[in-house]
DNA sequence: TGTAAATACTTGTATTAACAAGTAGTGAAT
DNA sequence: ATTCACTACTTGTTAATACAAGTATTTACA
C-alpha cells in the first residue's frame, strides 16, 4: 500500500486529503477512526495521528475528543481574502458585466507609466479605454497601457466578451502572477464623467493596478475609476480568539467589491 | 515545574513561546536542542516534539535536521493582510502622531447610524471629531460616533496621546473584536475640507468602520477622511506557485497605507 | 595540504505501550 | 419515566525506545 522513500504519515495525510478534495469524503462527514486506518494503512496510531494533526493544521479536519474526526466546512473561507476579476466581480453581485472599448490605439505615454512598465522612456505603448458596465449601467472607467508587445497580441480580440487577463492567459500561456495595487480617490475628470454619466468633479473611488508576469514582468498599467454611487470595497478583519495583538492590529479576513443596485 | 491540569507539551510550548515573544530568545538564535528541553522540563522527547511542533505550525520557529530549532523572523508577516491602527500606521511611516479634538459632544444622529450601533432610533450618541496629523500636518478626519455607555468611559481621557481603542481595551479590558470597513470616495464638505486645508469638493477616500467587541456589539462607528495627495492604501496580491485558479483570482498577500512626506 | 572517513550532534520517522478524558448508548435501579 | 452507573468507542497525553538522515567538526590518511 505504501511506497517507500516517503513518510508514511505524509502518505496518509496526502491519501486523506485527496479523498475529501476529491468530495468521497463529505463536509462533516466522520472520517474513519485512528484505529480504523491505523489498521487500513497497517502502521502505527502515532503515525496516524501525525497525518490528522497535517490536516488539521491545513484547516482540513477538525477533530472532537471522544467523537472522531471530521471534514471541515472551509467554503466560507474559500473567496476570503482574494482580489478579484470585474467580471468574476459582478457575475457575484448578480450582474451582466459588459464592456464598451472607447479608445484603443498606440500613444506616447509620460515617463512615469514607461518606468512603471519598465520601457525605454520614448517607448510607444498601446492605450486602450473601456467603460465597464453591470447590467448595461456604467459601473466603471479603465484605462490600460500595455507595452505594444503585449498590445499586439490582445488586438483583434473582442474585448467585450473576454478579458485581457483570460486572453493572455489561455491563448498565449502567459499567466498573471502578481498584481500591485493603489487604492485612491480622484476627482473625475470631463472625460471620464461624460462616459460614467456624473458630473465632473465628482469624487471617483481610483484602483491603480501594475499587472505583472513571472520575473516580475510588467504586463499591464491600469487606472480603474469606479462610481462610488454604484460601488464600494468592504473589508472585513477579525481577531482571531486569543490572539492578543496588543496594538489593535487584526488580520484582514475577507476583502471585496460589494455593489449598489438600487 | 509544570503544573497539573495543562498537559506538558502545552506548557512548554506556552512557556517558550513567552521567551520568544518577550525576546529572550532572538530571532534566528538556535533553541535548545530537543534532548536539552526533555531534561530541562523532565519529560519525554516526544512531549518536547509536539511542543516545538506547535510553535512550528504558528510559524514562531523553523527547524533544520541535523541543525536544530530556530526563531523564526516574522517582521515581515506582521504588517501583511491586517488593518491597522492610526498611530501605528504613522511610526511605520516614521512620522509623529497627533490628534486635535475638533468637536465632542452628545448629539441625536441620523436612523443609519443608531441603528448600525444596534441603539434606538431616538438615543443620544457621542460625536467625535478630530484631525490626525502626521508630522504636524493634516493627514485625516475622524468622525466617530459612540452610544453614550462607551462615549462616557473616554470622556476626561486626552485623547491626544490615546486611542479609543488603547483605553477600552487597557482600561476597561473592552475588547474590539471585529471591524468592518467600507473603502469609498467622497466629495470634501467645506467643514472637513477646511481642517484638512484642501478645498471643498476635492476627493478624498472614506474609510467607515463599524467596530465590534465580542457578541458583534458595536462599540463605535467612524468615518475617516484621508487627504489623498499624502495617502494611498497599497495593496499586493500574488499567485502562490501552482496554483491555478483559473479565473485570475489571486490571494491577497499585503494590505498597507503608503504616505507620501514630500 | 587536501581529501575522506569517523564522530557527535541535531531533527525526522516510527513502533509499542499505557492511561486519561470526552461522548454516546445500554441497562439496571430508583 | 428518570436517573445513574457501566461500557464501548473515540481522541488526547505521555513514555521509552530505536533507527534514519542531515549537518558540522574532528581525525586520519594520502
Known sequence: MLKEGIPRHEQISNWIRDKIESGDYKIDEKLPSENEFKEQFEVSRVTVRRALQTLQNEDLIYRCQGLGSFVKDNRSHQTLVQLTDFVEDMRRAGMEASSTVIRMEPTNVSEYITSLLKLDADKTVLRLDRLRMGDGKPIAFDITWLPMFYGQLIEGYDLTKKTIYGILEQDYDIPIEK????????????????HLGINEGDALLLIDRLSLTVGEKPIYYQKRYYRTDCMVYELMAERKPGTKTSDGNMPLKEFAPVFNKE
Chains 1, 2 share one sequence.
Do not use: K, L, P
Open 179 to 194: 498584481g500591485c495595487y493603489r487604492i485612491e480617490a480622484e476627482n473625475a475628470t470631463d472625460y471620464v464623467a461624460t
